[in-house]
């Protein structure tokens, strides 16, 4: 990576806190119109991919990160889901996957509409709780120390990587030692300076080494991490990490 690129990361993440959540000055410098763009495609029904909801709830879709022996299910398998927290969650649909394996089930997501939608489908569920993240940064609504395992399937991919940062010193903060999570998230690193309408994909900057500089800075450590093909070459990650215990 160019020695600007990753001294412009240290820069900004620098007041990443260990346990505490993003700091003040991190979201602050999160809070772009870069991120505001990537929240409104999806956070009403007019939003410009609105339609991605009805492709996405195909079985064809959804059965990728959930077929048997497939590179998600294998990752996903090896998460503890009595208290499950759900990134970027959208409608719902990969969390009605396991909603009756969980005790308790978070989902997170900064769309009031696909939320409403995600409550409708899960109101017989009476452990779920949807959570809105009004700056597109946080969970604060999550205690401390109260989630066994955080995921976040196909959403991450179009983060900006300071909203990346954010999202991972929140879920440092919500899991409890020896807790796991396990992100989706872009490995394209082609177009540094630009924004994801440019990108096949929508792909957002980031890669596996920069995921990794983040979650260690957060007190979080890779347990395992697979790059794939999907809208480009090796261009997305899935990556494991733990909470430690001490
Ligand atoms: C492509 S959809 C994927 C939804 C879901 N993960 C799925 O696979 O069906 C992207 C989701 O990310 C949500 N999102 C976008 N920016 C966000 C942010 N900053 N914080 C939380 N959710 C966000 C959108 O509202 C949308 O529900």
Redesign the pocket.
Known sequence: MNVAVRNAIRKVTRPLQLHGGPSDALRQAATTSF?QN??D???TTDGS?WS??AQ?ESPEWTKAFWIEGGRYKRLFDQLDLTSLV??????G??SFQVVNRCERLWL????VD?LSNARKRFSAHPHVTTVI?ID??SFTEIPDSSATAVF????MV??ELL?VAC?IAETARVLRPGGRGLFHHSNYAENPTGQIDENPGWRNFMTTDVMNHLLSRSGLRILEQTVFDRENPKGDALTMFEKPTR
């Open positions: 991120h990537i929240i495609k999806w956070k991919n991605y909801f996405a759900e990134l970027a969650c959208g409608q649909r990969h997170v997501d900064s769309s696909a993240s597109g940064l976040s399937y196909d959403a179009h983060f909203t999202y």
